[in-house]
């Protein structure tokens, strides 16, 4: 039987708090038989893109639903080709994405929970981004939980990542007014000329980030899309407007501490009659057809846009990883595994 | 023209951070005309009853919409009774609930904005707690926000209080199982014999919150209506179910703070998809007829009970007031200011 090299990304312990790149290791001695065990109903697929999402961090500590296996590959959302199939729904060199192994190839034993890529015109990284997870996030965060109105005031944090751009746009297309912010001046630039942010601006130049908000939302916000927690989110409750909604995607400033920040000025949810409502996009995955339905025209008419940060090979995929929380990637954190 | 007392509980001046009783004056050498000024559309009101609720508190700092005039009455619900009427929704002896002054007699010049009283076949005093203010924000926190369900599992904070002791005989009628927490024994003993809320605990004599509630809800917390904020919520927030839902009424632990405490876990919200809503019945008022034709055929049918703590006389109002903060009161604090 054929065996090919599976390079694969191993958690070599678990983690007590935040992760280093340390405490993943790149294992160059596996190989795998390019062939499914007999009566299998998986599939066997050739991974090509995975992607890097703040999340995978979290179930490297023990004991919580999904927690990865020490000496066993990190799992994660990735595009892949299928190379052999026990399974009816899926035939070789169908593309794919779902949650797959960081390695080579995988055989994935419940292929149910994966998508088929039906459309091939667009890149196919994408489908760890505008076209993923991300995309629906952006989707479900702002559309669902914000029932966004034109004209409406809209503040997103974390804004060039793999989901902040892509709220921008949405809010610009909804005909709101966008001010984002990021942790680069890069970054912030990239906002205004690349994503038609209103404005920008650089959270860590920002001494005070309530007077920051004052600034650019002299009447208040009415959507708060949340990716970082913490200090902003203490400032953002005292700008918000009567009736507003904060989407709570993420608080990546609270991942990497041993104990979370207290956050002050809660009491503005009582008085602006807040709605705050946390989700994981996972629940959501019902409403995908509607999502590519409306993103995918939009891709093609060029009315939306989207910037992914490569990193080229597995080898470089712990770095491109916790670089997420360093703030080193500009727009979708991408790993290229290999080429069909 | 007759002239008559007019007793008046007078807001001396702003109220830098926290009100004291001496925040306030009774002045006894006020007189009024019985008599409404020439063409007046308002109401002339004999006030009855006056309503203690911690908003109130709020309303003495300067600046805030609805700010109170020093040297003028506080103004809050009461129930009254018509004097003499200017406005064609009113006659003489009507008795009606809403907003007026903190004196014996009241000249109400937008009177659109009270409710007239059909139903005196219960205590007039209920119109300022589960007829009026407090049982329409129990009403619509608990039902409209929380869209509670049998069998699920409900926290009260400030339990026994004007809203509290509702919000778990709601609880209790929709076949949930309802924990209470309060300040004294006295009341953990009254809302298990008296609301027959299922278990209840004096958050004082716990050391650790977070082991209490663990202790009371092995299963986790669906609901939370929340009165209290700061530590509590903190410790909620790690004992909150996947789908749970905070309808957050008030923070009375953080009024009379200079500034908020800081909550942690608030990433809870993320992980466990939790809907939190702020609210301000004020704005909700379009469902009080749906309201008491629910609630009054509990009363009568004696389905649920109300524990009121009257204040005899306008000269004991303040102190009735600052007690609230205080956990003084036993059940809602009202003042009873005259007979009819």
Avoid at 110 to 130: C, N
Avoid at 220 to 243: H, T, W
Avoid at 263 to 269: G, K, Q
Wanted: proline share 4%; aromatic share 12%.
């Amino acid at each position: 039987m054929e065996e090919v090299r599976n390079h694969q990304v191993i958690l070599k312990d678990y983690v007590n708090g935040f992760p280093k790149e340390s405490d993943m290791l790149l294992k160059t001695f596996a190989t795998i038989p390019l062939k499914l065990p007999q009566d299998s109903n998986g599939i066997l697929v050739k991974n090509l893109y995975l992607s890097c999402d703040p999340y995978l961090c979290l179930l490297m500590s023990k004991g919580l639903v999904g927690s990865f296996t020490p000496g066993s590959p990190i799992t994660g959302f990735g595009v892949a080709k299928v190379v052999e199939s026990g399974h009816s729904n899926f035939k070789k060199d169908d593309l794919v994405w779902g949650l797959t192994g960081w390695e080579e190839y995988t055989i994935i034993t419940t292929p149910e929970t994966l998508f088929k890529i039906q459309d091939t015109d667009v890149p196919l990284s994408y489908y760890t981004g505008i076209l993923g997870m991300p995309g629906m996030t952006a989707y479900y965060g702002f559309y669902e939980i914000c029932a966004p109105k034109k004209g409406e005031y809209v503040f997103v944090s974390a804004a060039s990542g793999a989901v902040g751009q892509l709220v921008g746009q949405f809010a610009k297309l909804t005909g709101c007014y966008v001010v984002g912010t990021a942790g680069t001046n890069e970054k912030v630039e990239l906002l205004k000329t690349k994503f038609g942010f209103d404005e920008a601006f650089n959270y860590k130049e920002e001494q005070d980030l309530d007077a920051a908000l004052k600034r650019y939302f002299p009447e208040g916000i009415d959507i708060y899309f949340e990716n970082v927690g913490g200090k902003m989110l203490e400032a953002v409750l005292l700008n918000m407007r009567v009736n507003g909604r904060i989407s709570v995607c993420g608080m990546i400033s609270q991942y990497n501490l041993n104990q979370e920040q207290g956050v002050r000025n809660l009491s503005s949810i009582i008085m602006k009659r807040l709605l705050v409502k946390g989700f994981i996009i996972f629940d959501n995955f019902d409403l995908y057809p509607n999502y590519l339905e409306m993103v995918i025209p939009l891709i093609k008419e060029e009315k939306i846009c989207y910037i992914e940060d490569v990193a080229n090979g597995l080898e470089n995929a712990p770095a491109a990883l916790i670089g997420l929380f360093l703030g080193k990637n500009v727009g979708k954190q991408v790993v290229f595994v290999a080429r069909e």
